[in-house]
């Protein structure tokens, strides 16, 4: 089952136009693949997995980032 969550964030304006211009650029992409890309990568980098709990969210996290990284256009 692959289960979504909505999130509302703001971001700076800066941030936004970079987005804006990569995703003209590559229409395979959209800004939910790229959020959930960005945000799966960042957890990969700071998690610590120490426990049994945090080395199967580490897993998860990473399945994430793999399937969204080579997702390919429908």
Known sequence: MNASVSILAEIPE???E???GYLDNHP???QDRVFS???SL???QNSQTTTPDATRSYRRA???YLDTLF???V
Request: charged share 25%; no cysteine.
């Open 42 to 44: 960042f957890l990969l």
């Open 18 to 20: 970079s987005l804006q």
């Open 71 to 73: 997702k390919h256009a």
């Open 28 to 30: 395979e992409w959209d």
């Open 62 to 64: 990473a399945r994430v």
């Open 37 to 39: 890309a960005a945000l």
């Open 14 to 16: 800066d941030l936004h």
